[in-house]
């Protein structure tokens, strides 16, 4: 099975996510999105594929999404928010051929595995 991570080695979320993934034997491509954060289109696709909006991938710890009123914007805001300043991402966001998930709680990756 393929896998793609976009992954913050920070995170013990993202960490998990990665564990299961390696203990399941899949090819993984690890993204470190911080440093190579996905285009705008991509974010698009991987919310909808995830089933969720982008408010809902839109990441409110340490970030200053709330000040800037992003948890109440539109998609197309908070896409565009999200392309400039990826720290805005909630991580980790797996990709499988079964489906895309937002892993928190890092459960949901069984979905699609």
Known sequence: MKATIWHNPRCS???MALQ???EVGADIEVI???KHPPSRAKLEQ???DAGITPAQ???LGGTDAKERGLPDADDATVL???AADP???ERPVVETEKGVRMC???ELIEEIL
Do not use: H, N, T, V
């Open 13 to 15: 979320k993202s960490r």
């Open 20 to 22: 299961r993934l390696q």
């Open 32 to 34: 470190e999105y911080l």
């Open 46 to 48: 991987l919310y909808r």
């Open 57 to 59: 991938g839109l990441r």
């Open 80 to 82: 565009d928010a999200m």
């Open 87 to 89: 720290k805005l991402i």
């Open 104 to 106: 928190r709680p890092p």
